[in-house]
């Protein structure tokens, strides 16, 4: 059983990691912002498709750079709490390409498996759960295969500045 003092520690410690609701929120919109700005300028310098699916992917990458930016922030914050700048600057570069590696590829395995539902069987079946499992693996795999590269360069600059900015905030 843990003791009250340790438990009400650990509390605290979250309690104080959390962002603020402006940071989180005015962080969330600009991550989003240089997520989308990332996908879109590589999908265009490529010639991808047609506008719309360019659109698509591009709201898809800014979406989940705005889910992705507050857990980021939480953890990198939960993680650097009283230690060193390198700390921080670690925690930000890994705790935020976490979080938006795994939102957004998350958001791609919804609609993944939004497009292959139709194949699959009725939901809550034993056979539906296998489907579910290995659709949203599969779609995870191919978008840590294919859709990283949409990250480079601009994404993996706001990475390093956002991770600065941080390091900078906790001195």
């Known amino acids: 059983m843990t003791p009250l003092p340790a438990l009400h520690n650990r509390l605290d410690r979250i309690r104080n990691a959390l962002p603020s609701p402006g940071v989180a929120v005015c962080g ?72 938006t590696i795994g939102f957004t590829g998350g958001l791609f395995a919804l609609q993944y498996r939004s497009y292959y539902a139709q194949w699959h069987e009725p939901a809550l079946t034993i056979a539906w759960s296998i489907q579910f499992v290995h659709t949203m693996a599969t779609a995870f795999y191919q978008f840590i295969v294919l859709g990283i590269r949409l990250y480079f360069p601009l994404g993996f600059i706001a990475l390093a500045l956002a991770s600065i900015w941080f390091a900078r905030q906790q001195r």
């Open 28 to 99: 969330a919109l600009l991550w989003a912002a240089a997520m989308g700005a990332s996908a879109l300028v590589n999908l265009l310098l490529d010639d991808w498709e047609t506008p719309a699916k360019i659109r698509f992917v591009s709201l898809l990458y800014a979406a989940g750079g705005a889910l992705a930016f507050p857990v980021g922030l939480f953890l990198a914050r939960l993680v650097s709490l009283e230690r060193h700048w390198q700390v921080a600057l670690a925690a930000a570069f890994v705790g935020l390409l976490a979080a």
